[in-house]
T-cell receptor, first 119, second 116 residues
């Protein structure tokens, strides 16, 4: 079974600075997706960024980028030029795409990291 | 499309009562997920369906929990009898594995369940 671990329950950053959130995962599969989701106090789940396992290039979305290390099974999120609106709970998630496998399509989340942004 | 629709948004009930949570996925999505979120355990996958068929229910806590998907546009999560430790936010989410949607998982707004 796949597992996702976020070892940082809480992180904080000064406005305009950069912060990195860590995520590791465990899988025996080779075809999968990784995601970062943001959950603000409104509790709505918002997709921040997505990485395909077969792509070596790290995904980037504006101020958000990832450092995907497939061999190390590591998937960290870097937020540059942090803004007050970035304050939220961030979840790392894994989704299986191993066709024919029993976990095909299954999406597993980490425990989450609460990010505080100080003005 | 209105997105994933969950009802009710809030539910307060007494221990021992039956609770039914409802979800309408986005039309055309063939995967539906039920998650539970608590402070202690984070976001847990309870069960997920593919084409209305339960694929993995290993996250369902115990026999008091049951989920059904009678058709592609409706799913229920039932707790009978409910207990205070079931208090949580329950999310429904839907998606497809169609790359045109970028594998995006769409969440409902959740049901805040309080069992007194």
């Amino acid at each position: 079974a796949q597992t996702v671990t976020q070892s940082q329950p809480e992180m904080s950053v000064q406005e305009a600075e950069t912060v990195t959130l860590s995520c590791t995962y465990d899988t025996s599969e080779s075809d999968y997706y990784l995601f970062w989701y943001k959950q603000p106090p409104s509790r709505q789940m918002i997709l921040v960024i997505r990485q395909e396992a077969y792509k070596q290039q790290n995904a980037t979305e504006n101020r958000f980028s990832v450092n995907f290390q497939k061999a190390a099974k590591s998937f960290s999120l870097k937020i540059s030029d942090s803004q007050l609106g970035d304050a939220a709970m961030y979840f790392c998630a894994y989704r299986s795409r191993e066709a024919g496998g029993t976990s095909y399509g299954k999406l597993t989340f980490g425990q989450g990291t609460i990010l505080t942004v100080h003005p | 499309d209105a997105g994933v629709i969950q009802s009710p948004r809030h539910e307060v009930t007494e221990m021992g009562q039956e609770v039914t949570l409802r979800c309408k996925p986005i039309s055309g999505h063939d995967y539906l997920f039920w998650y539970r979120q608590t402070m202690m355990r984070g976001l847990e996958l309870l069960i997920y369906f593919n084409n209305n068929v339960p694929i993995d229910d290993s996250g369902m806590p115990e026999d008091r929990f049951s989920a059904k998907m009678p058709n592609a546009s409706f799913s229920t999560l039932k707790i009978q009898p409910s207990e205070p430790r079931d208090s949580a936010v329950y999310f429904c989410a839907s998606s497809s594995l169609d790359t045109s949607t970028n594998e995006k998982l769409f969440f409902g707004s959740g049901t805040q369940l309080s069992v007194l």
